[in-house]
């Protein structure tokens, strides 16, 4: 039976748990490997579970009448994805995706309502997640409502960097995940080029610069000025 460290090792979304819960639903989970390019589930699914991030990345996104696709949020290991199916039991609310090839523990949601109806902190704990979840949502839609085009892009730099985020010298942030200018406007509803526009003059301000293809925040600060309603 796989142990704790294999599936749960570094998952934020366990943080605060009980450890002897966190060993029971070890227990529970079934470890899988995707590839990248692989759908977890469409919206509309039914919610028949959740995945425990443990390696890789994955994007959380919408697609319009048209095709268009809206990027909500980018995950990576720690997290927890399709938590929301545990609480609701309804279907799936957005479409989700392996950006990289990645190491998922799955929990159904029977097993867990089984898990939960006997130890309730765990429910207690799921909540907490989806409300941390409902208000990163939150704030994206107030930003896309009052927030001019640089607090859009700020506020996305700095929810990858929450992510994704590895601290180095000085305070600064290096966003160790690999994204191009058009998955930032995505992020936040803009055309490109006027995304560039705005990263272009931080990186002359020396604001963020790029390391080895990595975008790194020089001046967490001025972001988060810059992001604030």
């Not at 009980?18 to 759908?39: H, Y």
């Not at 305070?171 to 803009?190: F, T």
Request: with cysteine; proline share 3%; net charge neutral.
């Amino acid at each position: 039976m796989p142990n704790v460290q294999v599936l749960f090792d570094n998952s934020f979304s366990l943080e605060g748990l009980a450890e002897d819960l966190v060993l029971k639903l070890n227990t529970l989970a079934r470890p899988m490997t995707v590839s990248a390019g692989t759908i977890l589930f469409e919206s509309g699914d039914p919610g028949n579970g959740c995945y425990f991030i443990q390696e890789g990345s994955m994007k959380v996104f919408m697609l319009s009448a048209d095709g268009d696709e809206q990027l909500l949020a980018v995950l990576g290991a720690g997290d927890v994805v399709g938590e929301l199916a545990l609480l609701d039991g309804r279907s799936r609310s957005a479409t989700v995706s392996a950006l990289k090839e990645s190491k998922l523990a799955f929990l159904e949601k029977a097993t867990f309502d089984r898990f939960a109806d006997e130890n309730p902190a765990v429910y207690r704990h799921m909540l907490k997640i989806v409300g941390k979840r409902l208000r990163h949502a939150n704030d994206a839609l107030a930003a896309r409502s009052f927030l001019p085009l640089p607090g859009r892009v700020a506020q996305a730099l700095l929810q990858l960097a929450e992510t994704f985020g590895k601290p180095l010298d000085g305070g600064r942030i290096l966003v160790h995940y690999k994204l191009s200018q058009a998955d930032i406007a995505n992020m936040a509803g803009a055309a490109r080029e006027n995304v560039s526009r705005v990263l272009n003059g931080w990186k002359r301000e020396g604001v963020v610069t790029r390391i080895s293809g990595y975008y790194c925040i020089e001046k967490p600060q001025t972001l988060e000025a810059a992001a604030s309603l």
